[in-house]
């Protein structure tokens, strides 16, 4: 039992003192990569980024050969990005290339480990620049359309987890596209395309989105409610539809819910800013007894404005147009004229105009209207006088 101590514990000091060791080999060949990165970000024509990203993919192919690259914090390679898998499985790293035409090149790679057979894979991303922009069937990995993804969402698809990706691409100098796509992982090899996106009665295998280079369009995954929230573009004018570097977001949103292994299309969805259950805020107030100024931690809680116990709540929220909204203002329009309306009958009605010339009202004229008036009167009660 001694010696069994004892060699547990020297296998204990033993992984302790390699990990670190394997770190700082990791931090080392990162200062290598940063260096031939700040040459390829310095480049000042196609010939010399072409050399020079050669360069770092072969120096950051090695290194990503070794496992702890899947978990490895690459802090200063601030121009590659880096994203994770929550299930710590994937990560897909890549970067762009501008050319001097500003149109963009992309690279990348992808990690992941496969647990049932134990194994480790590097798959480099290799774009296919001589295909359509837009592909609709299935994308290998040395056949890829080029993107730069910032999001990973595991999903099961049957009994196999497949990953839904977000992406952005730069396009031309008068449009940019959000995309979203599935990647499935066989073995070491790594595709793109399922067909899991339902529009409508279609099922594509995955979805682009093209709009004005000047503007942002929304693409994020919301965890708490598990749905992909986009903004929904329209073109700036009717006569622009079909030409999309003119589409825009038009204040409505849509959202992809995942429901029975599809990310099936909602349209004019709500989009809620709401804070996260746990959330706090410190506020500072004063004592009105001391007079001194007191520390709060408040929960921040969302109400629901169609929650008839929230405060003010109770009220249907529906999106308004602005057809609607001016079909609106006629409604109130009316209902105010009739609320001016006067129900008494022994006062004139002060919304009716009058529609006399201003020049030509008198005081004696108005006098001569009323003895006229009664002359009349009169005139008829002798008449009815005279007959019975």
């Known amino acids: ?6 060699l547990v514990g020297f296998f204990t000091v033993l992984i302790s003192s390699y990990l670190p060791a394997q770190e700082s080999a990791m931090a080392s060949q990162e200062d290598e990569l940063v260096s031939l990165l700040d040459l390829l970000r310095s480049s000042i024509n196609d010939a010399e980024k072409k050399t020079n990203n050669d360069a770092f993919m072969i120096e950051f192919k090695q290194v990503l050969e070794n496992k702890s690259a899947l978990t490895y914090n690459f802090t200063k390679l601030g121009t590659v990005g880096f994203i994770d898998s929550p299930d710590e499985l994937v990560r897909i790293i890549n970067w762009n290339v501008e050319q001097d035409d500003k149109t963009q090149h992309y ?4 990690l992941h480990y496969d647990k049932r057979k134990k194994k480790y894979y590097v798959t480099e991303l290799k774009q296919d620049l001589f295909s359509i922009n837009q592909p609709t069937e299935v994308v290998t990995s040395d056949k890829w359309y080029g993107a730069l993804y910032y999001k990973i969402i595991p999903v099961k698809r049957g009994s196999k987890m497949v990953y839904t990706v977000l992406g952005w691409d730069g396009n031309t100098t008068m449009s940019n596209i959000k995309l979203i796509d599935v990647m499935y992982l066989t073995g070491k090899t790594v595709k793109f395309g399922l067909p899991m996106f339902k529009t409508g009665k279609t099922i594509q295998r995955r979805l682009f989105y093209e709009h004005a280079e000047k503007i942002t369009m929304t693409l994020n995954y919301e965890e708490d409610r598990k749905r992909i929230m986009m903004d929904h573009l329209s073109p700036e004018s009717p006569t622009m539809k079909g030409y999309y570097s003119f589409y825009v977001p038009d204040l409505s949103y849509d959202a992809l819910k995942f429901e ?3 990310w099936v299309l909602h349209e004019d969805v709500i989009g809620v800013n709401r804070p996260k259950e746990n959330d706090q805020q410190t506020i500072y107030a004063k004592d009105p007894r001391t007079g001194k100024i007191k520390k709060h931690v408040i929960d921040i809680k969302w109400q629901n404005p169609e929650d008839a116990n929230a405060p003010a709540g109770g009220n249907e929220h529906v999106a308004v147009t602005p057809e609607g909204e001016a079909k609106d203002n006629k409604k109130d329009t009316k209902r105010q004229r009739r609320e001016k309306k006067n129900t008494n009958p022994n006062v004139p009605e002060y919304d009716k ?3 006399r010339d201003p020049a ?10 009323s003895k006229g008036k009664r002359r009349r009167e009169a005139r008829r009660k002798r008449k009815s006088n005279r007959r019975s």
């Open 107 to 110: 690279y990348g790679y992808v």
């Open 1 to 6: 039992m001694y010696y069994m101590k004892l």
């Open 353 to 355: 105009r009058d529609k």
């Open 260 to 262: 029975k292994g599809k």
């Open 360 to 369: 030509n009202i008198s005081f004696y004229n108005d006098l001569d209207k």
